[in-house]
Structures are given as structure tokens and as C-alpha cells.
């Protein structure tokens, strides 16, 4: 059953810390989108990669965010340091281009 | 970038009834998607459908390409269609996915 694998589910850290979500897309899927989705702003794209290069990150705040793709198989995306406005579930999709994408089921994180 | 625009913004059911859900596009999109996103938070694949009409039990879609717009209908709702349904597609420059801000739905009993 293949499905797009997100760790961790939940986090709560205290402004200042370091966040890092991971992603770990389908196998043999060649894009990874990283979305953002809060109840003020719905779902907001914050990078975009394929076949591990960056093509868009747009979306995301340069300062203390940054996205990678070490390898075909994980995605991260980490927030240093982390701020309660990064309060928001956080989603990772993945897809061949010019097909359909999955969503895994998001990191709720909590900077408090 | 590309506007997504969906309508209603927000709709109450009488569980048994039939609905309409549209989704329009400032430009052409490739690989439309129709998600579910259930009240625990999953966002669930519901239609890949660039173009042409798909059915799926009691959901259907159809999506006009050449006028840039989608429909997802929802026939005998049941509570446990009740959610937010997202439309979301492609542009044709990088491929990015340009999401609407959803319709959401609650069915009641």
C-alpha cells in the first residue's frame, strides 16, 4: 500500500527551537511539494522539488526556513528558529509529473 | 500565479441530498484534483480528472478543460461525506499545485 510517510505527526517545541519535519514520498515518485495549511491562509505552497531540485520555494520565509532533498526517498523541512506563527499542520504531497499527487497526513506542529 | 475559486464556500445538507460543488480556474490547468479533507485532517485523493467525467459510487465529477472549470457532485449525502473538499490543479509552467480554498460541507442527520 503505497502512501507518503510523515514523522513526526504531532510536535510541540518552545519558540526558538529547531523543527524538522520529514517526508518520505512514494516510491519512484519524482515531486515532493511541501504545503502549510492554517485556518487564516488554507493551504499554502512552501517548496516544490523535482526529481530532487528545488524548482519553487516562493512560498516559504528564507530566514528560518530552509527545504532539502538528501536523497530520492526523504524530504525535510526545517524551521530554526521556530516562532508561534509557525503554529499550522504541515503537509508533504508527492507525484510523477503531470499526474496525480498524494498527500501524507501532515505534522501538526505547536511552538509554544 | 493561477486563482482557484470554489463555490459554495460553505453548505449544509440534509443527510439524503444532492449536491454541487464548482471549481474555477483564472487559467488552464493540467491534472485536476478533487481532495476530501475529513475532520481529523487527511486530505483524501477523491478524482484525478484533467478532463471528461469520472464516477465513483455516489460522487462524480466533470471538469471543462477549454473553459477552465470543474464540478464535483455529491448525490444521497451521508454524515460521513461531511468535510472540506478541496479542487486543486497544475500549471502548465513548473507544474505547481494551485489549491482552492474549499467548500466546506457539513451533512446532517
Known amino acids: 500500500d503505497a502512501r507518503v510517510t510523515q514523522t513526526p505527526r504531532h510536535k510541540v517545541t518552545e519558540m526558538g527551537q529547531e523543527v524538522t519535519m520529514r517526508c518520505q514520498p512514494i516510491l519512484g515518485h519524482n515531486t515532493v511539494f511541501w504545503y502549510r495549511q492554517t485556518m487564516m491562509q488554507g493551504l499554502e505552497l512552501l517548496a516544490y522539488f523535482r526529481n530532487r531540485a528545488p524548482l519553487d520555494d516562493s512560498g516559504m520565509p528564507k530566514d528560518r526556513f530552509s527545504a532539502e532533498m538528501p536523497d530520492a526517498t526523504l524530504a525535510t523541512l526545517k524551521i530554526q528558529p521556530s516562532e508561534p506563527r509557525d503554529s499550522a499542520v504541515y503537509f508533504c504531497?508527492?507525484?510523477?509529473?503531470?499526474?496525480?499527487?498524494?498527500f501524507g497526513q501532515g505534522t501538526r506542529l505547536t511552538v509554544v | 500565479g493561477i486563482q482557484v475559486e470554489q463555490s459554495p464556500p460553505d453548505l449544509i445538507l440534509q443527510e439524503g441530498a444532492n449536491s454541487t460543488l464548482r471549481c474555477n480556474f483564472s487559467?488552464?490547468?493540467?491534472?485536476l484534483q478533487w481532495f476530501h479533507q475529513n475532520p481529523w485532517g487527511q486530505l483524501i485523493n477523491l478524482f484525478y480528472i484533467p478532463s471528461g467525467t469520472k464516477q465513483n459510487g455516489r460522487l462524480s465529477a466533470t471538469t471543462v478543460a477549454t473553459e477552465r472549470y470543474s464540478l464535483l457532485y455529491i448525490s444521497s449525502s451521508q454524515t460521513t461525506d461531511s468535510g472540506v473538499y478541496f479542487c486543486a490543479g497544475r500549471g502548465y509552467n513548473f507544474n505547481k499545485f494551485y489549491f482552492g480554498s474549499g467548500t466546506k460541507l457539513n451533512v446532517k442527520p
Open positions: 487559467d488552464s490547468v493540467n491534472n
Open positions: 504531497a508527492s507525484g510523477l509529473e503531470n499526474t496525480e499527487a498524494f
